[in-house]
């Protein structure tokens, strides 16, 4: 079997004397495609695109259409996805359609065409090329804003339509001109789409926030939205008492004789680790070394080392690992 393609118009192969069996009637010149056209509409109500394929064969022939997305999330072109043409209709002017192609995507795509009563046996010519499709519409979706407003954090899920990149939060306090940047987690290209992320707040606060997301190297972002903070209190957001912000950790009592409480507020799903150091760098202590919900921990010390001795008065330190964060609480211990 003899292949030949090219990225232009035309393809073709010598069929010899194939056709002087299957059809007299047509001359036997070598077996080619032309004229190839592709044309795209957008379909609102599915928010996806068709493409229509029209060729030629200068002989009676099956078409068929193999496509697959080339974008930043799919690098490889390999042909998966197919669509044929009715069986058994040789013919030469030839017309597939391809449905529910995602937008803002680039796809690569090869045409074949098998003629002759033994397609096995016939040549087969091929030409490709590559097509990109817009957007007709914002590819972030599917936003939940505020769904965890605890431990002084607002908390934002999105779903973006396609497999995205780069996905982040933009928040500022409202008045604010500068946006800072929360990263969302679960890295690119999820199977899911599914992103989220919090940034800490104050209490009785204005912010406003937005997602931005990268599809196939084109960046998109959301209507700005915005929350108004009230009173969180023990994970649960409150009302009723004035409060200052809850910070990442604090202790209390402190001085203390011996035992007191450390607060820790977990903004996001973390790996937590929190620990008591001397003040020469030496590990007392180690208090917790595990994933934390979102929300506020209060973990206690009651003064003693990891062998359970009771260490003696003096300045010490408790040192919080949240995710790629470090925080640091001064403690005295008076005995």
């Not at 068929?64 to 930043?72: F, G, N, Q, T």
């Not at 989220?196 to 997602?211: C, D, G, H, L, M």
């Amino acid at each position: 079997m003899n292949y030949i393609g090219n990225n232009e118009s035309l393809a073709e192969c010598d069929i010899e004397d194939l056709w002087d069996l299957y059809l007299p009637t047509y001359p036997v010149d070598p077996f080619s495609i032309s004229n190839v056209n592709v044309s795209t509409t957008f379909n609102s109500s599915t928010y996806t695109w068709q493409a229509t394929f029209t060729f030629e064969t200068n002989l009676p022939a099956l078409g068929k259409v193999s496509y697959d997305p080339s974008m930043d999330c799919y690098p490889t072109c390999s042909y998966s996805l197919s669509q044929s043409g009715p069986a058994d209709n040789y013919k030469v002017d030839h017309e597939i359609v391809v449905n529910n192609l995602v937008p803002s995507t680039t796809y690569c795509y090869k045409i074949e065409a098998v003629a002759g009563p033994d397609p096995a046996g016939s040549c087969l010519p091929y030409v490709t090329g590559s097509f990109s499709l817009t957007n007709s519409y914002n590819p972030i979706y599917s936003i939940v804003h505020s769904f965890k407003v605890t431990s002084c954090q607002i908390g934002v899920a999105w779903t973006t339509k396609f497999p995205s990149k780069n996905n982040k939060l933009y928040h500022r306090k409202s008045g604010e001109s500068t946006w800072q940047i929360a990263n969302a987690s679960g890295g690119d290209c999820r199977a899911d789409r599914k992103y989220s992320a919090a940034f800490p707040v104050q209490e009785n606060s204005t912010y406003e926030f937005k997602v931005c997301t990268q599809i196939d190297g084109a960046t998109y972002y959301s209507d700005v939205m915005t929350r108004q903070t009230q009173l969180c209190e023990g994970g649960i957001e409150t009302a009723g008492r004035a409060g200052a912000v809850t910070p990442p950790i604090t202790v209390n009592p402190n001085p203390c004789n011996p035992s007191t409480v450390i607060t820790i507020n977990v903004f996001e799903d973390s790996q937590v680790d929190l620990a008591i150091y001397a003040t020469d760098g030496r590990l007392v202590r180690t208090l917790a070394s595990e994933r934390y919900a979102p929300g506020v921990h209060r973990i206690p010390w009651d003064g003693s080392d990891a062998a359970g001795k009771e260490v003696s008065s003096g300045i010490y330190f408790a040192k919080l690992g949240m995710g790629a964060a470090n925080y640091t609480a001064k403690i005295v211990l008076v005995r």
